[in-house]
């Protein structure tokens, strides 16, 4: 079902696995567009009829110009234990990336990143620059097509705006990536949460979730949905 543009594909008394829109912000921002931790807080009030506060954790975010699939946890039990699943690096989360220059069929990046909070951007530093945090994802190339290449990538850390930059870094700017990537007006970035792989919180069986970027978006047709479905098999 799809509430006000936001599309759930799962919801039990302890979860909700969604797919966010593209620039729609995870949490509330200066900004004040409608946010998806408050349209889903108000979704699950109005659904379940639940009046006053509505719990609902944060467990995980994409970057607003991002899309893909973010699981929220509706108890603070939920919350502990899919948080400790980040920390412990068994939450799995797989992305997709339409990218210039040539990659290779696959590899492994790692990396030293400083924000600068000021203006809200990441950088690659030498490691053991104060601030900095260690960053680490794997690729797979799966498609080539248009002078683009399609990326499956894994990330093993979850740094702010850890793939645009770390990729950006390697000479495999995303496409449409205006931060990063020399992405043009008008341009929607390339990248897309394409796979969510977690423990459920209670019931301790196995849950894997996937969702295909817009078809009718560039550049996404250029590719086939068992292109973009691939898993990439790397590790670091």
């Known amino acids: 079902?799809?509430?006000?543009?936001?599309?759930?594909?799962y919801e039990d008394n302890h979860l909700l696995v969604v797919v966010k829109p593209p620039n729609m912000p995870t949490q509330a921002d200066a900004s004040g567009d409608p946010d998806l931790h408050s349209l889903m807080k108000a979704y699950i009030a109005e659904a379940y009829h639940k009046p006053g506060a509505v719990y609902l954790g944060l467990v995980h975010r994409l970057d607003r110009p991002v899309g893909g699939l973010v699981v929220l946890a509706r108890t603070s039990?939920?919350?502990?234990?899919?948080?400790?699943?980040v920390r412990e690096k068994t939450l799995a989360r797989?992305?997709?990336a339409a990218v210039r220059g040539d990659p290779p069929q696959s590899g492994e990046l790692r990396d030293w990143l400083l924000k600068d909070e000021r203006t809200n951007t990441v950088r690659a530093v030498p490691a053991g620059t104060p601030g900095a945090k260690d960053a680490k994802l794997c690729f797979v190339r799966?498609?080539?097509a248009e002078g683009l290449?399609?990326?499956?990538?894994?990330?093993?850390?979850?740094?702010?705006?850890?793939?645009?930059?770390?990729?950006?870094?390697?000479?495999?700017?995303?496409?449409g990536d205006a931060r990063y990537g020399g992405g043009r007006p008008g341009e929607q970035i390339a990248l897309w949460g394409a796979h969510l792989g977690l423990e459920h919180p209670t019931k301790k069986e196995m849950l894997s979730f996937d969702a295909p970027p817009p078809a009718d978006g560039a550049p996404w047709r250029a590719f086939s949905a068992a292109q973009w479905a691939q898993e990439a098999d790397c590790r670091l």
């Open 142 to 144: 799966v498609a080539q």
């Open 94 to 96: 797989q992305y997709v």
């Open 77 to 85: 039990k939920a919350a502990d234990r899919l948080s400790a699943q």
């Open 1 to 9: 079902m799809e509430y006000h543009g936001v599309q759930i594909l």
């Open 149 to 175: 290449s399609l990326l499956r990538v894994k990330l093993y850390t979850g740094r702010s705006h850890q793939i645009r930059v770390q990729l950006s870094h390697a000479g495999m700017p995303i496409w």
